[in-house]
């Protein structure tokens, strides 16, 4: 069939990017139950294929079936926002994993909303939402994926990955959040925030030199006590 084009953005009613059945106060019915047990796995595979070939409408066509087919799935959702960011769409990806539409975001959905708020330019959230991300208990913290096999890390959160890893089974590590959340700062100019971001993401891993550079660009010094 073909692929519809995607709602335009900004649009003054971010429900209108939603499937009907998907309005307002997030989804009215459990459809997980009657999903085949091969439907997942094909859908992430053919949106992941489609995001890797650079063809994110076609990425935003499968999401929405797949979110549709089963609306209790967090993957799906993390997906389906994924591809409309992809599709320029930011606000309608935004508000697919915020409130009032996400009651209770998870840990990948308050990633996807620093991935939003970076797109936007609005650097301050986007450092808030990585911060309510590390403050979930130990036990919910990584227990939704969001892949990341990030290669720059102050400026992206969701760089394309090769097409055949593993999207199901690697998680953001908590240095790499408090990096990015470090970064978010610095471009709001929080420099004190950021300065602590850094030196915790050292903290936990000394290998991420994305934060070391973060910390030359804050104006930090005594870098030879980290």
Not at 64 to 90: I, P
Request: aromatic share 10%.
């Amino acid at each position: 069939s073909r692929i519809p084009n995607p709602v335009p953005d900004p649009i003054p009613d971010h429900a209108h990017a939603m499937p009907m059945q998907h309005q307002q106060g997030g989804p009215s019915s459990d459809s997980s139950s009657s999903v085949a047990p091969h439907l997942p796995a094909r859908f992430r595979s053919l949106i992941w294929a489609c995001l890797d070939a650079n063809l994110p409408k076609s990425a935003a066509f499968y999401a929405e079936r797949y979110f549709a087919l089963d609306n209790k799935c967090h993957d799906a959702l993390h997906l389906y926002s994924r591809a409309l960011l992809r599709c320029g769409q930011a606000h309608s990806a935004l508000w697919l994993v915020s409130s009032p539409y996400q009651r209770a975001p998870c840990y990948g959905c308050y990633v996807a909303q620093a991935e939003c708020h970076t797109t936007l330019g609005q650097h301050a959230q986007a450092g808030e939402a990585l911060e309510a991300s590390l403050s979930l208990p130990s036990d919910e913290f990584g227990k939704w994926p969001i892949v990341s096999n990030t290669i720059s890390l102050s400026n992206n959160f969701w760089p394309a990955t090769p097409a055949n890893a593993n999207r199901d089974s690697r998680f953001e590590e908590e240095a790499v959040l408090h990096c990015k959340a470090g970064w978010a700062a610095l471009k709001a100019n929080l420099y004190d925030k950021a300065v602590a971001s850094f030196r915790r993401a050292l903290a936990i891993n000394p290998m991420i030199w994305d934060a070391f550079e973060g910390l030359c660009a804050a104006g930090s010094s005594n870098l030879s006590q980290i």
